[in-house]
C-alpha cells in the first residue's frame, strides 16, 4: 500500500471509485 497525500483529502473515496488500483 503507497500513502499519497490524496489519502488525507475527503475526496479520497471518489478517487478509489475511479481508479481502485491507485488505493493498491
Known sequence: ???N???SSPGVST???KEPGACR
Do not use: A, Q, V
Open 1 to 3: 500500500m503507497r500513502i
Open 15 to 17: 478517487l478509489e471509485k
Open 5 to 7: 497525500p490524496t489519502t
